[in-house]
């Protein structure tokens, strides 16, 4: 097997593809036979040593993977060698060969590529999460994403669509902008240049929106509770703000870390508001209700309701450019390591 080891923390130079054997599956194991690996921001947070949840350097990161089976072991009944498949991992998941229990091994929808596969897990399970089990998102209610262009925003869009009379505001560079206007997108910010949360209380004439959805964290956190209409909810799910360049700055992290604001229950009570967060990898306690929700993506995938934007794939060598592009904020959609 090949696979992308993070040799220490640093720049997307610290990256190195070697070889091992490959793995055995144990029991209620399946092993994959990787085509396409989703590559996300926490990938990129782990490599330079800012992702608390990622193990140690030396180590290989990576959420998800499709491709085929090509093993099973002892108790596995619901999967067969040559089923295509696409799976969470825990970690490892940047590899050409996986082993994966079988619990977060699903079956590819009919019509489903394997970059197709490795491109949902994360970011639509993440998006859903927010929107439909934590978000509460209602028929006519406003939303604000952040990194409209990014995988999870991209999903994010695609889902929030499918409530009816929703009112999509996104950040996004102008470079993107027509892109996520087409992908269903209402008001695009270029948050570059403008204030996001004046625009959006210009545009809402003052009385902002019901649902938040900020990987930015920070003082960002504070401007987008102070964006919530009454029963309006504040979803975090990643810490950006946190990365300022190839490398890890303890100066940067430390400054964002004191940027986070404190929500007091109290306040919380007297507006009328909720905060919540999103972590998919501390959700391995619950396979049945991840399970459900991945059944609800595989149809809604199926009726032709959400298709994964794949902007650009990069062969497993190439992991060091490809972490690069995510971090210059090239991307719009999904980025994939092929094998």
């Known amino acids: 097997m090949r696979a992308v080891w993070i040799t220490r923390w640093g720049g997307p130079e610290v990256l190195e593809v070697r070889e091992a054997p490959d793995p055995e599956p144990k029991d209620g194991e399946v092993r994959i036979r990787v085509?396409?690996?989703?590559?996300?921001?926490?990938?990129?947070?782990a490599r330079m040593g800012l992702y608390p949840d990622g193990p140690k350097a030396p180590c290989v990161v990576g959420y998800e993977v499709a491709g085929t089976v090509d093993a099973v072991g002892k108790g596995v009944t619901d999967l067969a060698e040559g089923d295509e498949v696409s799976s969470l991992t825990r970690f490892g998941g940047h590899a050409d060969v996986v082993c994966a229990p079988q619990v977060n091994v699903r079956k590819r929808a009919e019509g489903m590529t394997a970059e197709q596969g490795a491109a949902i897990p994360v970011n639509y399970l993440t998006a859903y999460f927010m929107i439909h089990r934590m978000g509460s998102l209602h028929p006519g209610d406003a939303v604000l994403i952040h990194m409209a262009a990014g995988g999870v925003g991209l999903a994010a869009i695609e889902l929030c669509k499918l409530v009816d009379g929703v009112t999509i505001f996104g950040t996004a560079s102008p470079g993107k902008h027509d892109f996520i206007r087409e992908r269903g997108c209402h008001h695009p910010i270029d948050y570059r240049s403008k204030d996001y949360a004046e625009e959006v209380r210009r545009i809402t004439d003052g009385k902002g929106v019901r649902l938040v959805l900020d990987p930015l964290g920070g003082k960002d956190w504070k401007k987008g509770y102070d964006l919530l209409r009454a029963g309006g909810r504040l979803m975090s799910f990643g810490f950006a703000n946190m990365v300022g360049g190839e490398r890890r700055s303890i100066i940067r992290a430390l400054r964002q870390f004191l940027s986070v604001p404190k929500?007091?229950?109290?306040?919380?009570?007297?507006?009328?508001?909720?905060?919540?967060?999103?972590?998919?990898?501390?959700?391995?306690?619950?396979?049945?209700?991840?399970?459900e929700m991945l059944e609800e993506l595989a149809r809604l995938f199926s009726a032709g309701k959400i298709a994964p934007h794949v902007d650009k794939t990069f062969p497993l060598e190439q992991a060091a450019e490809a972490h690069r592009y995510i971090q210059e904020r090239k991307n719009i959609g999904k980025v994939l390591l092929t094998t």
């Not at 085509?35 to 990129?44: E, K, P, R, S, V």
Request: hydrophobic share 50%; glycine share 12%; net charge negative.
């Open 35 to 45: 085509a396409a690996t989703g590559l996300n921001f926490a990938d990129i947070m």
């Open 263 to 291: 929500f007091s229950p109290i306040a919380l009570m007297n507006d009328n508001r909720q905060v919540g967060g999103v972590n998919l990898g501390h959700l391995w306690d619950e396979p049945e209700m991840v399970g």
